[in-house]
């Protein structure tokens, strides 16, 4: 599919990104934060934190900002049903099918299948398959799967978390199927990649990491609670890395459990495809997250990641949008966070809250607590440096 603008970069300067306005039909409606709920004595009731605005936001600023001449634009496309079949269960799958048939219902606390959302969440997951296509047919190195509703709680047996379907799982599948020998996912969103993990938790060809709030289950629809003893399990044991951080690390802790944690985990599984899950609810002002990351943090997650694609995937990285929620702050940390990938050597763009206080020393002794751990308990990580 050819681009709608091709900028005059070379392939290694350009994001390649995948979007499709269809996704903009899933209404999450209005009440009282993340619920429906209309208690009957507010005066104004707010937008669904996981709304189309906050998107509409990412795009307005990809392509009418000083990036834009670094983003190549490609249209999406709807999943087919049985490409969702490669991670969820056919059962999960009529169940969203029957919700959808029957007008909506709430499958979860805070995640509403509306008139309009199933179809949104199919044109969501086709996305994300076309961006690793991209990738995969040798079309670019770099592709951005900016899409909604969200996926990366999204089990194969389950929704949560304002997901219905997993796309970054749907893709890294993909990947497997098309010849990778192994895929590292990193996820940066403030909530922990349940879905991605439990979708992979036998598996020892992904290696799954996330970094995340300390915020542990919060009921059936998540029952895994993130944290470092959720290993994997059979085959998989060791390849499932948590890193849940206390509220307020910010962006030099950030930095630190990437080149202490992150960045010697991806380098011992020696991965053929990289994916970045990006959730700007990380931020220092989402109303989701409590982590105080700023333009400058993501900016260097984005940096690091593209580094590691780069001596281990010959550069080749799909990104694939989760959470962020704050409708305006969100978009400029997409900005940054694209920056950092594509290494420009100065920001494009100021940062609007300049800067954040922040205080490293917790997360430091977290952070080196959770590498004390590993050292003990994940093999891959204590072997000899050897072929894979």
Wanted: glycine fraction near 10%; charged fraction near 20%.
């Amino acid at each position: 599919m050819a681009p709608a603008e091709a900028p005059q970069q070379g392939d290694n300067e350009i994001v390649h990104v995948f979007w499709d306005d269809r996704m903009l039909a899933h209404d999450t409606g209005m009440g009282v934060f993340d619920t429906l709920f209309d208690p009957g004595f507010l005066e104004v009731l707010e937008p669904h934190p996981e709304n189309a605005d906050r998107v509409r936001n990412m795009v307005s600023i990809l392509k009418r900002g000083p990036i834009h001449r670094f983003v190549s634009w490609y249209e999406g496309r709807p999943a087919l049903i049985p490409e969702l079949l490669s991670f969820h269960t056919p059962g999960y799958i009529k169940e969203l099918q029957d919700a959808d048939a029957a007008g909506g219902r709430e499958l979860c606390a805070g995640t509403m299948l509306r008139p309009g959302s199933f179809d949104a969440a199919l044109v969501a997951a086709g996305t994300t398959l076309s961006a690793m296509h991209h990738i995969l047919d040798g079309h670019g190195k770099i592709a951005y799967a900016l899409v909604r509703p969200p996926g990366h709680h999204a089990q194969p047996t389950q929704a949560d978390g304002y997901c219905f379907l997993n796309n970054a799982g749907l893709a890294i599948k993909l990947a497997l199927s098309s010849g990778c020998k192994r895929v590292a996912v990193v996820d940066i969103d403030v909530h922990c990649g349940n879905g991605t993990t439990e979708g992979f938790y036998n598996s020892n060809d992904v290696l799954t990491i996330s970094l995340h709030m300390n915020h542990g289950s919060w009921g059936p629809s998540h029952p895994q609670s993130g944290s470092i003893d959720e290993l994997g399990e059979g085959r998989g044991l060791g390849f499932n890395l948590n890193i849940p951080l206390p509220n307020g690390t910010g962006d030099k802790g950030y930095e630190y459990a990437m080149m202490e944690l992150v960045t010697p985990a991806v380098t011992k599984f020696d991965p053929d495809m990289v994916v970045m899950v990006i959730g700007q609810d990380s931020s220092a002002f989402d109303p989701n997250g409590r982590q105080c990351l700023t333009m400058a943090g993501y900016r260097r997650i984005g940096e690091i990641l593209r580094d590691l694609a780069n001596v281990h995937s010959k550069g080749r990285m799909l990104i694939v949008q989760e959470g962020g929620y704050h409708v305006t702050y969100s978009a400029y940390c997409v900005h940054a966070t694209l920056e950092g990938v594509l290494h420009l050597p100065v920001p494009l763009l100021p940062d609007p809250i300049a800067c954040y206080p922040e205080d490293e020393a917790l997360p430091v002794k977290v952070i080196d607590s959770i590498k004390e751990y590993w050292k003990k308990n994940v093999a891959f990580l204590q072997e000899e440096d050897k072929p894979m």
